[in-house]
C-alpha cells in the first residue's frame, strides 16, 4: 500500500494509491499474534485514531477459541490499539484485524 503525504503532487501515486484502496489495500490493517503468557498486545500504527474501531478476524483454531470466550477487549487510542485478552501459554493466537471509521 502506498503512504501518501498531505503534499504529495504526482498524479500517478494518487491514481494508485485509490486503485489499491478500491481492491481492498489498506494500511489500516493486518494481522497480529496475542502474547503468549501476557494479558495484553498492542498493534502500533500511525494510522491509527482514536475515534476508529478495530475489528478482528480470528485465524487459526486458538484464536477463535479465545475470541469466542469473551475475554477480549481491544481500547482504541491515538496510534495504538491495546488487546486485552486471557493469560495464557498459547502462542498461535492469530487474528485479521482491520481498523475502521474516526
Do not use: C, K, W
Request: net charge neutral; hydrophobic share 40%.
Amino acid at each position: 500500500m502506498l503512504v501518501l503525504g498531505p503534499e504529495e503532487s504526482n498524479l500517478r501515486r494518487l491514481v494508485q494509491a485509490v486503485i489499491q484502496l478500491s481492491q481492498g489495500r489498506s494500511n489500516a490493517n493486518g494481522r497480529i499474534t496475542l502474547r503468549a503468557n501476557e494479558d495484553t498486545t498492542e498493534i502500533v500504527r500511525s494510522t491509527i485514531n482514536g475515534a476508529g474501531g478495530v475489528h478482528f478476524t480470528p485465524r487459526t483454531a486458538s484464536a477463535s477459541a479465545e475470541y469466542s470466550n469473551g475475554i477480549f477487549r481491544a481500547d482504541v487510542e491515538p496510534g495504538r490499539v491495546t488487546i486485552t485478552h486471557a493469560n495464557n501459554a498459547l502462542a498461535d493466537r492469530e487474528f485479521y484485524f482491520i481498523v475502521l471509521g474516526g
